[in-house]
């Protein structure tokens, strides 16, 4: 088994924990506290490191569960990735183009906003991060089954949504 070593193990992964804990929080400053304290976290159980398979989904994990009750925590007074501001679309749109997209982008947002956690956490980890569904099942501590049937529904939500507001503008 390989040795684990924070600065190149653990240390690169901070930015898809921030991603991960700003996804479930919605808050940019929560999301960046919980990043910290999940790598204090992680130090912590250094001695730990050789029984785990792998370092980025315990640390992910760890991350989720700080993320989890940090929203019991403020009791869901969250607000909107909006907050956070708009991405940029690719520059070759045309100013009208451009408005559409960062409409829908903003759109889709606010959709996965108002999706339940565990469907919000199976889409972050898979469509946002790239990971496996063996990897989100270890993450969200459920089955890969109720991972596919999550991302499923997540989507389908949404698509739905995106669907209603295409066709009739609301």
């Not at 929560?30 to 050789?50: M, S």
Request: glycine fraction near 2%; aromatic fraction near 8%.
């Amino acid at each position: 088994m390989n040795k684990i070593s924070f600065q190149h193990d653990v240390l690169p992964l901070k930015d898809k924990l921030y991603r991960l804990a700003l996804r479930i929080t919605l808050n940019p400053g929560d999301a960046e506290d919980i990043v910290q304290d999940t790598l204090i976290k992680v130090w912590n159980r250094r001695e730990k490191w050789n029984e785990i398979v792998s370092i980025e989904a315990f640390s992910l994990t760890i991350c989720r569960n700080l993320s989890l009750d940090s929203i019991k925590r403020h009791e869901n007074k969250n607000h909107s990735l909006e907050d956070v501001g708009p991405e940029r679309p690719d520059s070759a749109f045309n100013p009208y183009e451009e408005m559409l997209q960062n409409d829908r982008i903003s759109l889709i947002k606010t959709f996965i906003d108002t999706l339940p956690e565990k469907q919000k956490s199976c889409m972050q980890l898979r469509d946002f991060e790239g990971k496996t569904y063996k990897e989100i099942a270890e993450v969200m501590q459920i089955t890969e089954e109720q991972v596919k049937v999550n991302l499923f529904r997540a989507r389908q939500t949404i698509k739905q949504k995106f669907k209603k507001v295409d066709d009739y503008g609301l």
